[in-house]
């Protein structure tokens, strides 16, 4: 007995040092592993697509200050695993007024062409909308007025916007390219095209 409790033999320096090798590799996986994996699942994964981008300018039909009215419509589709809540929508770097915006939302909206509503009109038919009309027809739709400054798009939905006024548009801008950009919370989608007449 007293042979055994005086002995000097123990593992050898090898397989100590692979002890030590297998269970950091092994400490570090588990680590890398986790990491990847909340990662993956907090990630905001916002994917929208953003088409038929139109802006117009009319000249012939006046608003109030007796200048043609401008007018910007485009389609977002949520094509991502998660809702989104647009923060701005700006054109040529212009923030867009939410009392401005208009919108429909839906899930079963295939949407194939936009054509300007030759103006849109708010209440009392006067060619600018204002942030005291809660919605406006169009083309057998309701659009919602943006003026609470939040828009949400679920999940595989369609979201058409109309936003009247954009980014001062003139009637020398007819023919020239401007951009439209949609903020979200994680990412900035942009699209460019030029400015069309409406007569």
Known sequence: MKNILKSKRGLSTVVTTLIILVVSVLLATVVTYYAINITTNRMAQE???MSNLHVWYNTTAPTLGGTGWAEAAFT???TGGKDVVLQSITTRSQASTWSNVYYNASNTL???SISPTAPLSGP???ATISGTASSVKLTNATYANGSTGVITLKAGYTLVVYIMHPGSIGQNDVGTPVD???FTAN???TQETNVQATQ
Request: glycine share 6%; aromatic share 6%; net charge neutral.
């Open 180 to 182: 439209v950009t949609v």
């Open 110 to 112: 295939t949407i194939s």
């Open 76 to 78: 977002l589709i949520n």
């Open 47 to 49: 994917s929208l697509q």
């Open 187 to 189: 990412a900035q989608w």
């Open 124 to 126: 009392n038919g006067v």
